[in-house]
């Protein structure tokens, strides 16, 4: 089970009330409610490996290279990103607590959590679970393997399975075509601008009847093909030239070598009854510690 760790805490951190603090009145609605979280999905899914993924790099520089606006309108300064002043003391905690129960937590430099997500899940021989609210990963859906998203979109406790089948249902494209698609249509919350003139609609039925970004763009000049696309394809060729690169999900991030077993027991147990005490994590730390335990002893 991979976590997109970024994405389950700004859902807690949006999902629970600011007064949920620590003894010094400092909030830990995010830490508690990722907690919280993890203790529901362990207990639900039964993991035997765990990975809180994290973003060492929220806009890696080979991403905005290939394509300046990605992620432009979420910057607060330099390359910092734009996070509630009530969030960001919180971050650092929940890396804490991780460490001191040993759930595997660890970004790579110069890449996302979606990257060290997507390395992973390629790399793992097995079945693969990832837990995200982000659809970007769903391009990594492949019922082979399988691996699977659970979408968040409805709570961490109404979780949608996203497979290939929910990828074409919901999109109209092949079921692992979700990153072509997305390159066409553009994705205004990562700053993609997508191919002028090409919605939805459009990016699905081309990426459906070519199969793949590189089919559509091969078989361009071939005659009988949709004069009206040809023109905004051929427009579009610089962002087409880059934005794979940009909307796929690394497969080669450089992952450290650690062990990503569900942990039966806290790796130190003193640090954690430290930070348990300091932010008041008593109550959801005692929910999540037995399924731990019960998890791996399954």
């Not at 990828?167 to 997508?194: H, M, N, Q």
């Not at 459906?208 to 427009?235: C, I, M, Q, Y």
Request: charged residues 20%.
């Amino acid at each position: 089970m991979l976590l997109d760790t970024p994405s389950l805490y700004f859902r807690a951190f949006y999902g629970i009330p600011e007064s949920m603090t620590a003894p010094d009145g400092m909030p830990v609605n995010a830490v508690r409610g990722l907690i919280d979280m993890i203790a529901t999905l362990v207990r639900s899914h039964s993991p035997t490996q765990l990975v809180a993924c994290m973003d060492a790099d929220w806009r890696p520089a080979f991403r905005v290279a290939a394509i300046p606006s990605y992620k432009s309108h979420r910057v607060a300064y330099g390359n910092q990103e734009e996070i509630p002043d009530t969030l960001a003391p919180q971050v650092p905690v929940i890396e804490e607590v991780l460490a001191a129960l040993g759930i595997a937590n660890f970004g790579v430099a110069g890449y996302e959590a979606d990257d060290v997500i997507g390395t992973l899940a390629v790399r793992h021989q097995g079945a693969v679970e990832i837990v995200t609210g982000d659809r970007d990963l769903f391009q990594l859906v492949d019922d082979a393997k399988p691996c699977r998203v659970l979408y968040t979109v409805r709570g961490i406790r109404n979780l949608q399975t996203v497979d290939e089948a929910f990828v074409t249902a919901k999109y109209g494209i092949p079921g692992r075509a979700y990153a072509d698609f997305a390159t066409l249509r553009g994705d205004p919350s990562d700053g993609l601008p997508g191919v002028p003139g090409i919605g939805e609609k459009t990016a699905a039925a081309l990426i459906t009847r070519f199969g793949s970004l590189d089919a559509l763009l091969a078989a361009a000049g071939d005659d009988g093909f949709p004069a009206g696309a040809r023109n905004k394809l051929a427009a579009a060729r610089d962002y087409l030239a880059v934005a794979p690169a940009v909307v796929q999900v690394a497969h080669d991030a450089p992952i450290p070598d650690v062990d990503l077993r569900v942990p039966a027991e806290p790796k130190d147990p003193a640090r954690l009854v430290e930070l348990a005490d300091r932010y008041g994590l008593d109550s959801p730390l005692n929910r999540l510690l037995p399924v731990l335990a019960r998890a791996q002893a399954g």
